[in-house]
């Protein structure tokens, strides 16, 4: 089974703070997803990655950063936390095979609340 | 328009019924499509992948693409109480787009 693991399960941050938030799959998946989910605005895509080093905006990528210097781990940055921030953060992994890309695999979400 | 739209819901059926779920996208180039579950606190899980029109079957869960009428269904038949939860599609067009979701409520 595929696993991919996010670091914290609740973290609460201070506005202005520099937040970093961790993911890590298992299963050597070249792409990687992180998003947003807030009700009533659905699933929103910030970054996504398809190899190390390489990143692409998604819908919503102000205020927002990513690194991957590792395939297995794609790590999300806040450069300074405001409270529009706060929301269920979730990565995602997936294999890439072409022009059908393959479904994704979820952590179990980061909820993140800037104070 | 969003580029990818689901019906508002929520949806409510009884135990045992079909249940529809529909979504519909904008970009005619787009190559897969995907359904999730997400139970509440819960993360999304797949369902179901399609990337050829027809239907694709799994179980009590039926995938159905229409590419030239751009809209993409999930049927649930011999609707549980266990499959009360939010559905999202998905689709790829150069980039992951989800809909807004559709929560579904299996009345005993």
């Known amino acids: 089974d595929v696993k991919v693991t996010q670091s914290s399960r609740y973290l609460v941050k201070r506005t202005g703070e520099k937040v970093f938030l961790e993911c890590v799959q298992d299963m050597d998946h070249e792409n990687m997803f992180w998003y947003r989910q807030d009700p009533g605005l659905g699933l929103r895509l910030i970054y996504f990655?398809?190899?190390?080093?390489?990143?692409e905006k998604g819908d919503i990528p102000e205020g927002y950063s990513v690194s991957r210097e590792k395939k297995e781990r794609f790590s999300l940055i806040l450069e300074s936390a405001s409270t529009n921030q706060t929301s269920m953060y979730l990565c995602a992994s997936s294999l890439e095979s072409g022009s059908a890309n393959q479904p994704q695999h979820f952590g179990d979400g980061t909820r993140l609340s800037i104070l | 328009q969003k580029e990818v739209e689901q019906n508002s819901g929520p949806l409510s059926v009884p135990e045992g019924a079909i249940a529809s779920l529909n979504c519909t996208y904008s970009d005619r180039g787009s190559q897969s499509f995907f359904w999730y579950r997400q139970y509440s606190g819960k993360s999304p899980e797949l369902i179901m992948f399609i990337y050829s029109n027809g239907d694709k079957e799994d179980g009590r869960f039926t995938a159905q693409l229409n590419k030239a009428s751009q809209y993409v269904s999930l049927l649930i038949r011999d609707s549980q109480p266990s499959d009360s939860a939010t559905y999202l599609c998905a689709v790829w067009m150069g980039k992951s787009t989800f809909g807004d979701g559709t929560t579904l409520t299996v009345k005993p």
């Open positions: 990655s398809y190899d190390v080093k390489m990143k």
